[in-house]
């Protein structure tokens, strides 16, 4: 099946740095990449769709110059949360979608601790 | 915005059939509904998905009303193995095939 890492796995950063997030679709090209965010005890909350090549498409209330999304090949996308605060502190998982499919591949999820 | 509603939770002895329940009554003509389910502090993983007819793999059954504003799923001998969140998402085609997560169903499986 179509598989979808995520590198770290974990982080914990000081208050004031940023964090890059890497997801990369292992055994297919998918065109298109989503980042979520997930907060203790809540659902996933979609925060950008990032088609290679082209600039990220950022959800209301989602802060594109804090969330940096480079999707600059079919199988790697990033997400580098700038300048990071203790309310970044979450769980953030990508997703991808085959270039001919419909349904997403979800990545295993990188928890970020900023201090 | 997510377009289902689930109940929160539920619980299921082990062996038994597990059957989760998701209305999607503001369901278009040309939306899918998809399943996927969580397991604790790990990404969605995806079991099924369908448009109008029953569908049916190594995971789970969909049966899918004929009106389709509601759904269910099942998992027919449910294990220890499948206690998770399970999300229904109807995928919004106009939206260029992003998902919505609602808020899902916690899936307890009992020994």
């Known amino acids: 099946g179509a598989v979808v890492s995520q590198h770290p796995s974990r982080v914990i950063c000081k208050s004031g740095t940023s964090v890059k997030i890497e997801c990369r679709s292992l055994?297919?090209?998918?065109?298109?990449m989503f980042w979520y965010r997930q907060f203790p005890k809540q659902s996933l909350m979609l925060m950008a769709t990032s088609n290679e090549g082209s600039k990220a498409t950022y959800e209301q209330g989602v802060e594109k110059d804090k969330f940096l999304i480079n999707h600059a090949s079919l199988t790697l996308s990033t997400l580098t949360v700038t300048s990071a605060h203790p309310e970044d502190s979450s769980f953030y998982i990508c997703?991808?979608?085959?270039?001919?499919?419909?349904?997403?591949?979800f990545g295993p999820g990188t928890r970020l601790t900023v201090l | 915005d997510a377009k289902t509603t689930q109940p929160p939770s539920m619980d299921c002895a082990e062996g038994r059939a597990a059957n989760l329940p998701c209305n999607h009554s503001?369901?278009?003509?040309?939306?899918?509904v998809y399943w996927y389910r969580q397991i604790h502090s790990q990404g969605p993983q995806y079991i099924i998905h369908g448009l109008k007819n029953n569908e049916t793999n190594e995971m789970a059954s969909l049966i899918i009303t004929e009106d389709r504003k509601s759904s269910t799923l099942i998992l027919p001998h449910a294990t220890l193995r499948d206690t998770a969140v399970y999300y229904c998402i109807v995928r919004g085609l106009n939206t260029g095939n992003q998902f919505y997560f609602g808020t899902g169903t916690s899936l307890t499986v009992i020994p």
């Open positions: 055994d297919f090209q998918a065109t298109t």
């Open positions: 997703s991808a979608r085959l270039t001919s499919g419909t349904e997403q591949f």
């Open positions: 503001t369901i278009s003509g040309n939306e899918y």
